[in-house]
């Protein structure tokens, strides 16, 4: 239970209970989503995402958050959504936190000489990952972001 006096605790919780679902085909709408995802609790709210710009606009962008009212709910959705096939595609499942990382670990791993961050080994027991974890992969990316925009402003020797 989310401790009232500490709006962290409310604010981990509520990111322990909202799920990542990502490769969805085009053709699936928000209804179908939910419909989809309903048999494992109840759902909150959900975002489905569009495009809002460019050729592509007024287009679903591939992927949504869903929102549950426990962690529990929302980890049995993962667990029997992931992986499976809905328009011919299968899903990508997972705790929304856990999907920041490992973008932030693939991006990072990318650069030479970068510390990389591997979601498996910052992990708490929960298996949710810790705080220092997710300021450490920011930090990693600012610094290769820095790398990268200093790289590009001196010149080449030859």
Known sequence: M???QDPRSFADERSESRLYV???DIRITEAALIKMFSPYGK???EDFLWH???PKRGEPRGFAFIQYSTKEEAKLAKEKMHGRLACGRPLM???ASEKYL???AAQNSSKAGCNTIKSGTTSTISGQVSRSAKIAAIKNKLKALDEERDGAKKPKAS
């Open 2 to 4: 989310a401790d009232l």
């Open 22 to 24: 990502g490769n969805l």
């Open 43 to 45: 759902i909150i709210s």
């Open 52 to 54: 809002t710009r460019g």
């Open 93 to 95: 499942v997972r705790l």
């Open 102 to 104: 490992e973008e932030a």
